[in-house]
């Protein structure tokens, strides 16, 4: 699977916007972006995924760059409840294989201030 | 629309009992993933289930640990002559469809042995 790398922890404050990175340099043509985040004491919580276009949901906003090589999750007011740490995980979209697995990483710990 | 449901939220269990891990889908999702987190660890995947069927359980402990998914009721993980290092959070899956669709967690069973 390609790999995937984030900062290990990031801060912000409440009502900033966040833009949380991933680095992906060896992402293939049919590799999607998803991002998860896990709230203390929670399961993972889906939040949003995109392939070559910028995305928007309710949640976020996925930004990915032209060559696909990177990509940023954008919380555009981050509150309190934002908290929690923030998985970047390519899926390959191809047929066949074990694109259902999730693969974890380390992800990037958002602490918000208030 | 109830999310991913998992029972019991806290199991503990002494050395050599068994653990029965359970989790119902959310309503129209056939396709059931087992994850597992070690104290300070990631999420790994375990197995993948559509009902009666295994369908990849690569991340399965090839000793002590099963599961199921039948036609009827939940999926079940079972864990038979728990050890200590047993011990983790459990999450449980849900998607509609196979292949790169998000995943839908439970809260988690946290499993302790003593």
């Known amino acids: 699977d390609a790999k995937t790398t984030q900062p290990n922890s990031m801060e912000s404050n409440e009502e900033e916007p966040v833009h949380l990175p991933c680095n992906h340099s060896?992402?293939?043509?049919?590799?999607?972006i998803h991002w998860y985040r896990q709230l203390p004491s929670q399961g993972p919580e889906y939040v949003i995924h995109?392939?070559?276009s910028n995305v928007n949901n309710r949640m976020a906003s996925l930004a990915i760059a032209e060559d696909r090589k990177s990509s940023t999750l954008i919380l555009h007011r981050a509150t309190l409840r934002d908290a929690a740490v923030y998985y970047c995980?390519?899926?390959?979209?191809?047929?066949?294989?074990?694109?259902?697995?999730?693969?974890f990483g380390k992800g990037t710990l958002l602490t918000v201030n208030p | 629309n109830a999310g991913v449901m998992q029972n019991p939220r806290h199991l503990v269990r002494r050395r050599g009992q068994e653990a029965r891990l359970r989790c119902s889908p959310m309503?129209?999702?056939?396709?059931v993933y087992w994850y597992r987190q070690l104290p300070e660890e990631g999420l790994k995947f375990m197995v993948y289930?559509?009902?009666?069927?295994?369908?990849?359980e690569s991340g399965m402990p090839k000793e002590r640990f099963s599961a199921e998914f039948p036609k009827e009721g939940p999926s079940i993980l079972r864990i038979q002559q728990v050890v200590r290092g047993d011990s983790a959070a459990y999450f449980c899956?849900?998607?509609?469809?196979?292949?790169?669709?998000?995943?839908?967690f439970g809260p988690g069973t946290r499993l302790t042995v003593t």
């Open positions: 899956a849900s998607s509609r469809r196979q292949g790169t669709y998000e995943q839908y």
């Open positions: 060896t992402i293939s043509g049919t590799d999607y």
């Open positions: 995109g392939l070559t």
């Open positions: 995980i390519l899926r390959d979209g191809g047929s066949g294989g074990s694109n259902y697995k999730l693969t």
């Open positions: 309503k129209g999702h056939s396709h």
């Open positions: 289930l559509q009902k009666e069927n295994i369908i990849d």
